[in-house]
């Protein structure tokens, strides 16, 4: 008898296209991740709020799952999805919607979930979810969305009146959702001066037969929301004024107490294990250097990095080194662009070159292990030209810096806009044109043959016809600097090269083929898909690691090896 999973709630992380094992029809690019998240095109790393809502239901006696359902497709390609849903059992099941990229396959996954479990209570959340939660009413498979930045308290409240057998109308904070057709608005209520108030438990989160970790990487959430009003980001200042109902402050801190807590609950790794600060540039000093002193004192940590949204003072860095003598700790600095205007333009420019190359070689002496630098391709009035001069400035500082880990890293924003971002609200204004604004106009522009027909967006200064070329034009320049100066390795410039020049190739028959017949020919679709197979394998960025496809914290750690087999093809033919 094959097993079941049974939970109170069990939450599932769709990919960002459902039927992506399938397609033939367009070329997954090589501009979906980064080097700091290490995920596929098809984005399988769940948000780390999942982790909080398991740990925060938990103490309120409520069993929460999760299932990847992305990582188990990437794992395993004949896996039956339906029929892995018919052994699941729950009330209710939720999903996030949290950034756009998302928004076909989390909304196909919902459909298919409610087919096998037309009773059970579907939901959804995250920033987008908050965004388009009313007009997500449309879909028949979502029953309701919970609203806002921090949802504990309202889906806790939701979770027990589902399970109790509440039905029709809730009391539940910041829900939208649907009784008889009719849509109910709760209102948006709930905004909680102290983000997630719970400690994540990594010793429960993981079975102990699990090989943990593969890639022993961890991030921490210290906080949500931000200072800054940068007009691409939807986790803006002047987004959330927007979005999550709040005013004055739009920074939301969880309790230093509730970080060391959950710092002590690291696992022990046979590898080093690496920590990922998110959005430290929202932390104090004082803060920081607590924070720092919980990951020495854990004992397992090799090296902690840091998102800096300023040029850390260099008596601060002396602190941080005082207190974490035993960590390598990495700065991460995101300029957009080598051009201070068009990087103030972007909400950063607070530093020029000059005094940013004076820092990291000042934060070299102090003892920071290495710093990463972030470039961006979408920016107010960057061309062409601009970008490939940034790629050139990041060679002159490989050359200056021949010693020292100083890794630049360029991509492009794309293919999405983020919607309730300045730029996207006010595009007009900023020289921005926005082709895309509805949800499901967005969710089938993901799955557009021609990639410049995916983007919702184009700028004054570059149209979407541009975009791809300086994309990969600005990786591949890049990464052959990177192998110039010893950051990458021979065999894996050779790799990057071969696969940017076939993606050049590809898109351009894909726009051919297009203009010439209307349509692909077989032995262009035969060709894309076992360009997709081998895209899937590896990261994003040009550090190349290929990817194990378990083991990272954000896998699958739920459903066990039956339910695998009964649910497999390669299983029921054997």
């Known amino acids: 008898m094959t097993s079941t999973i049974k939970a109170d709630l069990i939450l599932v992380h769709a990919p960002a296209i459902y039927d992506f094992r ?50 188990l497709m990437l794992k395993h390609p004949t896996l039956d999805v339906e029929k892995l849903f018919t052994h699941l059992d729950a009330p209710i099941f939720g999903i996030d919607l949290h950034w756009l990229p998302h928004c076909q396959g989390s909304i196909e996954v919902a459909g298919v979930l409610k087919k096998v479990h037309p009773d059970s209570f579907v939901t959804f959340g995250g920033i987008i979810s908050t965004y388009y939660a009313r007009e997500m009413m449309q879909y028949p498979q979502i029953d309701g969305v919970i609203r806002g930045y921090d949802t504990l308290e309202p889906l806790a409240d939701l979770v027990g009146q589902v399970k109790r057998g509440v039905r029709g109308r809730f009391n539940v904070e910041n829900l939208v ?22 400690a994540i438990d990594w010793s429960k989160m993981f079975p102990k037969t699990s090989s943990l970790l593969n890639m022993p990487n961890l991030m921490v959430l210290p906080n ?20 999550m109902n709040v005013d004055k402050k739009t920074v939301f801190h969880r309790r230093s107490e509730q970080l060391a807590r959950e710092i002590t609950t690291f696992p022990k790794t046979e590898s080093p294990l690496s920590v990922y600060t998110l959005q430290a540039y929202s932390e104090s000093a004082p803060r920081i250097l607590d924070y720092l002193k919980a990951v020495q ?46 990087s103030r333009l972007s909400g950063r420019g607070t530093y020029t070159n000059e005094e940013m190359e004076s820092w990291m070689a000042d934060a070299m002496d102090i003892g920071i292990k290495g710093v990463y630098l972030w470039y961006t391709i979408g920016m107010q009035k960057q061309t062409y030209k601009s970008v490939m001069e940034t790629v050139d400035y990041t060679a002159r500082l490989m050359e200056k810096f021949p010693d020292d880990k100083i890794v630049p890293t360029i991509f492009g924003m794309v ?10 609200e006010e595009s007009d204004q900023h020289g921005y044109t926005v082709f895309h604004r509805d949800l499901e106009t967005h ?99 040009v550090a190349l690691v290929k990817k194990p496809l378990s083991g990272r914290w954000y896998d699958d750690h739920t459903v066990p090896a039956d339910i695998i087999a009964a649910c497999s093809r390669e299983s029921q033919a054997a």
């Open 22 to 71: 399938n397609r033939d029809d367009f070329v997954l690019g090589w501009y979906s991740s980064q080097e700091s998240s290490n995920v596929t095109p098809i984005f399988e790393m769940h948000p780390l709020g999942f982790l909080s809502i398991k740990s925060f239901l938990a103490e309120r006696g409520l069993d929460v799952k999760i299932v990847n359902v992305a990582s």
């Open 177 to 198: 959702y649907k009784d008889k057709g009719e849509v109910i608005d709760n209102g948006h209520s709930y905004t909680p001066e102290v983000l997630n108030d719970v």
């Open 224 to 243: 949500t929301g931000c200072q800054q009003s940068c007009g691409w980001c939807s986790g803006s200042r002047w987004a959330y004024q927007r979005m």
């Open 297 to 342: 004192d854990s004992g397992v940590v090799k090296s902690v990095s840091f998102e800096q949204f300023r040029l850390t003072k260099p008596s601060v860095l002396e602190k941080m080194r005082e207190v974490a003598p035993d960590l390598d700790i990495f700065i991460n600095l995101s300029p957009q662009s080598h051009d201070v205007e068009i």
């Open 415 to 424: 293919p999405f806009l983020d919607p309730g971002c300045q730029w996207f």
């Open 443 to 541: 969710r089938k522009a993901l799955t557009s043959p021609r990639w410049r027909d995916a983007m919702n967006y184009e700028t004054d200064w570059m149209k979407r016809d541009e975009f791809l070329p300086a994309t990969y034009d600005a990786m591949q320049a890049m990464a052959n600097h990177k192998a110039d100066f010893g950051r990458i390795t021979p065999r894996s410039i050779k790799i990057v090269n071969q696969r940017i020049d076939h993606l050049r190739y590809l898109t351009s028959e894909v726009d051919r083929a297009y203009d010439t017949i209307g349509h692909l020919p077989d032995s262009l679709r035969r060709e894309i898909g076992r360009h997709n197979d081998e895209i899937l394998s590896y990261a994003a960025d």
